[in-house]
């Protein structure tokens, strides 16, 4: 059973580093073909694809968001990590890591739970 789990700080002041912490478990991170993903879902909107990392290491982000955004993995821990630097209080959602064959929100195999992380001073 493949399981993922965030970690973080659930407040957040603005323009700080928003950082959280995906541990998976039940599935290497280096699984052939596999991609690990963050989203998050603001109030009243959309999933929303932030970047992932894949099974070789690569780093896909959202254009609207990479200049602000760092995904990285540990291998050995079999965990991956977003930052997110110059939080805004729009940045204020349910943040979410997800697995699968691919990055395409709908078809995502596994997902954590989400955190709820609040940017405000």
């Known amino acids: 059973q493949v399981q993922l789990q965030e970690s973080g700080p659930g407040l957040v002041k603005p323009s700080d580093t928003l950082s959280l912490n995906c541990t998976v478990s039940?599935?290497?991170?280096?699984?052939?073909?596999?991609?690990w993903s963050w989203i998050r879902q603001a109030p009243g909107k959309e999933r929303e694809w932030i970047g992932a990392?894949?099974?070789?290491?690569?780093?896909y982000w959202s254009p609207a968001l990479k200049s602000r955004t760092t995904i990285s993995r540990d291998t050995n821990k079999n965990q991956y990590t977003l930052q997110l630097r110059l939080a805004t209080p729009e940045d204020t959602a349910v943040y979410y890591c997800?697995?699968?064959?691919?990055?395409?929100?709908?078809?995502?195999?596994?997902w954590g739970q989400g955190t709820q992380v609040t940017v405000s001073s």
């Open positions: 990392v894949s099974y070789t290491g690569l780093v």
């Open positions: 039940g599935k290497s991170i280096t699984a052939s073909a596999h991609y």
């Open positions: 997800a697995g699968g064959r691919g990055t395409a929100v709908e078809k995502m195999d596994y």
